[in-house]
């Protein structure tokens, strides 16, 4: 069973942060990061999608960052 989170974060080195635990963890990125304004707060902000094979069937209950 494949799953994906997409992680977002400020543009500051918060968001490596939060790629480089999800990889440390087993997550494998899927695609480019993405990169906006995010007008409503003034900032840059990024994105990037991640995946997991799991052995425990999906559940919406699950905590993905848990996994």
Not at 31 to 55: L, N, S, W
Request: aromatic share 10%.
């Amino acid at each position: 069973m494949k799953i994906y989170r997409f992680l977002t974060e400020d543009d500051t080195s918060a968001f490596c942060h939060k790629v480089s635990e999800a990889l440390s963890k087993g997550w494998d990125l899927h695609g480019d990061p993405t990169y906006a304004f995010d007008a409503a707060h003034g900032v840059m902000r990024c994105g990037q999608a991640v995946t997991k094979e799991i052995d425990t069937p999906y559940s919406r209950e699950m905590k993905l960052g848990d996994q």
